[in-house]
């Protein structure tokens, strides 16, 4: 405690994005009269926009960004104290994709202070 900090602060010490390794085939375009091409596949997105890195936390943790994916089947967002090796599921996975937006609460209660890594996963 002491040094002026809040009752439970936690410190996200990093916080990164990791995706779930994923094999997707190749496809041809064929051309077919009267049918659209698709457009190209956009590269998957998994990003944490907040907390930022470094942030002190405390309580409920609102965790934004974005999950995206051409392929999209879900997200999972996880936490470990740091340094650490055992990842922590945070709530349900995200069954929607999310650009820029809400992506989970993290409830921190319970959890002693020290530095915390987020990841998600796409």
């Not at 090796?85 to 349900?92: A, L, Q, Y």
């Amino acid at each position: 405690m002491g040094r002026g900090v809040q009752r439970h602060p936690r410190l996200i010490s990093q916080v990164f994005a990791a995706m779930a390794a994923l094999i997707v085939s190749a496809g041809l375009l064929i051309p077919v009269a009267s049918v659209l091409a698709a457009p190209p596949r956009q590269g998957a997105v998994a990003a944490i926009s907040s907390p930022a890195s470094g942030a002190t936390v405390t309580g409920a943790v609102q965790i934004n960004g974005s999950a995206l994916h051409p392929d999209f089947d879900r997200y999972e967002l996880y936490y470990t104290v740091e340094p650490g090796e055992n990842w922590v599921f945070i709530g349900e996975p995200g069954r929607q994709q999310v650009d820029n937006g809400f992506l989970g609460t993290w409830n921190t209660g319970g959890l002693p202070d020290g530095n915390y890594s987020l990841r998600l996963r796409v």
